[in-house]
């Protein structure tokens, strides 16, 4: 076994829990059978024991166990496709989560910025500024970063300037030096 997965194995076995007691820290209590944790306390401490664990395995790439939003979390657990945003925002991500989704949800800005870009929900075509909404909003991008990402891309088009070809050919959109 590579020494990375032993090292695994033994901190799933070092934190004295049970897999089925990590997998109810994963995704919670089984729902035909209920919790392995008699009371809150057990389960706080269970938490306490393997939340290392428990975090390193499920709570990453902007999303958290169950047993982070039962033991640690103050409000309630908030729908999976605002997840990401919502931890971003209340600023319980690592520094290489914040910047990991602040990469991705830039990407997909950017594609939302093609000009006349359109979205097929599988219901309707949406079109322009409707479908970039959605698009943003399928990406669970913050709006926070969707208006300061907005106002950038029209600071750097308005710095543009249409040129006119000799012969009257077609303009070009020129970036204009600063």
């Keep these: 076994m590579p ?6 194995v033994n901190d799933i076995d070092a934190c004295g829990l049970t897999l089925s007691e990590l997998q109810e820290l994963w995704l919670g ?3 035909s059978q209920g919790s392995l944790f008699h009371d809150r306390q057990e389960l706080e401490s ?3 024991q393997g939340r290392a664990v428990v975090m390193r395995l499920w709570g990453s790439h902007g999303r958290r166990p169950a047993g982070f939003y039962e033991c640690e979390y103050a ?11 919502t931890l971003w925002r ?10 990991e989704l602040e990469r991705e949800w830039e990407v997909e800005f950017a594609a939302a910025q093609t000009p006349n870009f359109m979205l097929n929900t599988g219901h309707e075509i949406l079109k322009d500024d409707e479908a970039r909404a959605a698009h943003y909003r399928w990406a669970d991008i913050p709006h ?7 106002a950038a891309h ?6 543009r ?8 050919a077609a303009p070009l959109n020129v970036e204009v030096p600063k």
């Design 3 to 8: 020494r990375a997965a032993a090292n695994k």
């Design 29 to 31: 209590p089984n729902s």
């Design 46 to 48: 269970a938490w306490a």
């Design 75 to 85: 409000g309630r657990r908030p729908p999976y496709d605002l997840e990401r945003s």
């Design 90 to 99: 209340e600023g319980l991500l690592t520094a290489e989560e914040r910047a």
């Design 144 to 150: 926070e970063l969707v208006k300061r990402w907005t």
């Design 154 to 159: 029209r600071r750097r088009a308005g710095k």
């Design 161 to 168: 300037t249409e040129t006119a070809l000799p012969g009257g």
